[in-house]
């Protein structure tokens, strides 16, 4: 996975509630193993006409909306569990999901995969809706060693929680498998000393 300290980017504002992963990546789209080629079918269903042309008012259609940071409404990741949704919105570009809550299993999944489900207040999110409403170009800041986000020139500011594990996976790009390979010397150390 790639390393992830610090994201300053726009944002793509998905001002939608109870979006489950259904809606996220169609069950129809499951047929691959890798995690390639499911950014092309994110919001399948709300992207595309039913002809593959794209809808015009669906947001991520929107040329005035770009980055890599999603921000949805509340309970986004609802529904079933499936792993896919995370690796459709990774796929898409995105590094960072913003809603004010996620749910459990889509939260994991997304911070097993390296992207970041960023919670905050119901009122730090409707700002972020109201700001990039007006200025698309509104720069959101995410900080994962200080564990805040801010809103670029405003006072706007907030702290997240990320699990310590997660956060040191993040940082240094490790997936759980990359993590025990960098203690590897610590469990040999530790092996020697038990024998």
């Known amino acids: 996975m790639e390393k992830f300290i610090t994201l300053q980017s726009t944002c793509v504002p998905l001002n939608l509630e109870d979006v489950d992963t259904d809606q996220i990546i169609p069950a129809r789209f499951l047929k691959a193993t890798t995690r390639e080629g499911f950014g092309d079918n994110l919001f399948r269903d709300w992207r595309y006409n ?13 040329p005035r909306y770009k980055g890599e940071i999603l921000v949805a409404g509340k309970n986004f990741g609802c529904g ?8 459709a919105i990774l796929d898409a570009g995105f590094k960072v999901v913003v809603s004010s809550f996620f749910a459990d299993i889509f939260k994991n999944n997304a911070l097993n ?26 720069l959101l800041i995410v ?15 907030e702290s997240f929680e990320i699990n310590p594990y997660k956060k040191t996976c993040l940082i240094n790009g490790f997936d759980d498998i990359d993590y025990l390979l960098s203690l590897k010397s610590e469990i040999e150390s530790f092996e020697t000393k038990r024998n």
């Open 113 to 138: 995969n390296g992207l970041l489900p960023l919670v905050v207040s119901p009122a730090f999110l409707s700002s972020i809706f109201e700001l990039t409403e007006k200025d698309e170009n509104t």
């Open 80 to 87: 079933s569990s499936r792993e896919h949704a995370a690796w």
């Open 50 to 62: 039913s002809d593959n042309t794209l809808k015009n008012d669906f947001v991520l259609n929107n």
């Open 143 to 157: 900080d994962i060693q200080q564990q805040t986000i801010s809103i670029k020139d405003t006072n706007l500011v």
